[in-house]
C-alpha cells in the first residue's frame, strides 16, 4: 500500500500569513494527490484535485503544486474560516489513503 | 443539487452486523463510482470502500476486508454496506461519498461530494 506523511502535523498562524502544508507518497502517484478541508461538524470539502486544479467555489488563494512523491497546499493570505484541518489523498492506487491531518490553529 | 443521505448507524455490540444506506438526488448516480468514507473519534479521515459506477470494480481497506461488503442499486440511485463482525475500532462517522471523473474505476479520481454523515457506534 501507499502511505502518505503529511506535515506539519499542526501549525499555528495568523490571519494574512501565507502557509505551506506537504505531503509526501511512500512511492510516485504521478499528480493523483487531492486536498481536503474539514472543519468540526460539517463534511469535508474537496479543495483541490490533480495536485494543482481548483475545485469550483474554492478561493484562489488556495493551490496545489508536486508531481510524483511531493507535494504542498499552500494558502497564501489566511483568512478567518480557513482555519480548519487539511488532509492531502493519494487516488493513484487502491486502498486510497489519506494523509495523517494537519490541524491550522490561529495564532 | 447533488444530495447524499446516509442512514442505517447506531449502537451496536461488537461481532454483530449493521447495514449502512446513502440515498442520493441531484446527479446521473450510475456515472460515478462512490465511495465510503470515516472519521473515528479523534482520528483522521479513513477511505473505508468503494464501488466503481458498473460495480465491476470494488475495493476495500484492509482494515475491513473479509467483513465489510458494498453495493449499489443503480435503479434506486442507492449506495449500501454491509458491515459484519463489528469491532469497537470500527466506531466512527461514516460518510457516504461521491467521485468527481464521470465513468472512471476506483482510483484516480477526488471526492467531490460528501454526506452528512452516519455514526456508528460499537460498544458492548
Known amino acids: 500500500d501507499i502511505q502518505m506523511t503529511q506535515s506539519p502535523s499542526s501549525l499555528s498562524a495568523s490571519v494574512g500569513d501565507r502557509v505551506t502544508i506537504t505531503c509526501r507518497a511512500s512511492q510516485s502517484i504521478n499528480n493523483y494527490l487531492n486536498w481536503y478541508q474539514l472543519k468540526s461538524g460539517t463534511a469535508p470539502k474537496l479543495l483541490l484535485y490533480a495536485a494543482s486544479s481548483l475545485q469550483s467555489g474554492v478561493p484562489s488563494r488556495f493551490s496545489g503544486s508536486g508531481s510524483g512523491t511531493d507535494f504542498t497546499l499552500t494558502i497564501s493570505s489566511l483568512q478567518p474560516e480557513d482555519f480548519a484541518t487539511y488532509y492531502c489523498q493519494q487516488s493513484y492506487s487502491t486502498p486510497i489513503i489519506f494523509g495523517q491531518g494537519t490541524r491550522l490553529q490561529i495564532k | 443539487e447533488v444530495q447524499l443521505v446516509e442512514s442505517g448507524g447506531g449502537l451496536v455490540q461488537p461481532g454483530r452486523s449493521l447495514r449502512l444506506s446513502c440515498a442520493t438526488s441531484g446527479f446521473t448516480f450510475d456515472d460515478y463510482a462512490m465511495h465510503w468514507v470515516r472519521q473515528g473519534p479523534g482520528k483522521g479521515l479513513e477511505w473505508v470502500s468503494g464501488i466503481s459506477w458498473n460495480s465491476q470494480s470494488i475495493g476495500y481497506a484492509d482494515s475491513v476486508k473479509g467483513r465489510f461488503t458494498i453495493s449499489r442499486d443503480n435503479a434506486k440511485n442507492s449506495l449500501n454496506l454491509r458491515m459484519n463482525s463489528l469491532r469497537t475500532e470500527d466506531t466512527a462517522l461514516y460518510y457516504c461519498?461521491?467521485?468527481?471523473?464521470?465513468?472512471?474505476?476506483?482510483?484516480?479520481?477526488?471526492?467531490?461530494?460528501w454526506g452528512q454523515g452516519t455514526l456508528v457506534t460499537v460498544s458492548s
Open positions: 461519498v461521491k467521485d468527481r471523473a464521470i465513468r472512471r474505476w476506483l482510483a484516480r479520481g477526488a471526492f467531490d461530494y
